[in-house]
Nanobody, 128 residues
Framework: QVLLLESGGGLVQAGDSLKLSCAAS????????MGWFRQAPGEDREFVAA????????HYTDSVKGRFTISRDNAKNTVSLQMNSLKPTDTAVYYC?????????????????????WGQGTQVTVSS
C-alpha cells in the first residue's frame, strides 16, 4: 500500500503558475505509475496527466497540453504537476493517484477506476 499526500494548491489569477506536489510513502514508489486527476463542483473526476513508473512516458488531457507538465523523482518518492497559464476552467480539487496495473506503464491509464490509491486532494482556484 502507498499513502499519498498532495500539496501546493491555492488561489491564483488567470495566467499565473502553480506547482502541485505529491509525496508518497509506503511500498516502493518505483512500482507505481502515477496520475493527476481533478474534480470541479458538480462534475465527475477527470484525468489530467499521467507518468510511467520510469518517468519516460507521460500523457495529458488535451485541455492542459502545452500548459501542464508532470514529472517524478523516484529518489524522493514525489510526483509533481507544474501548471502554467492557468485558466478559470482549471479550478478544481486536484488529486494524486497511484496504480500498480502493468498496462498503465505502456499505454497510460486515464480512468479513475484504474488507480488503486488516492490522496486527499488539494484545491486549486483560478480567478479571472
Amino acid at each position: 500500500q502507498v499513502l499519498l499526500l498532495e500539496s501546493g494548491g491555492g488561489l491564483v489569477q488567470a495566467g499565473d503558475s502553480l506547482k502541485l506536489s505529491c509525496a508518497a510513502s509506503g511500498r516502493a514508489f518505483i512500482f507505481y505509475d502515477m496520475g493527476w486527476f481533478r474534480q470541479a463542483p458538480g462534475e465527475d473526476r477527470e484525468f489530467v496527466a499521467a507518468i510511467s513508473r520510469s518517468g519516460y512516458k507521460t500523457h495529458y488531457t488535451d485541455s492542459v497540453k502545452g500548459r501542464f507538465t508532470i514529472s517524478r523523482d523516484n529518489a524522493k518518492n514525489t510526483v509533481s504537476l507544474q501548471m502554467n497559464s492557468l485558466k478559470p476552467t482549471d479550478t478544481a480539487v486536484y488529486y494524486c493517484a497511484a496504480t500498480l496495473y502493468e498496462h498503465c506503464s505502456d499505454s497510460g491509464c486515464f480512468r479513475p477506476l484504474d488507480y488503486q490509491y488516492w490522496g486527499q486532494g488539494t484545491q486549486v482556484t483560478v480567478s479571472s
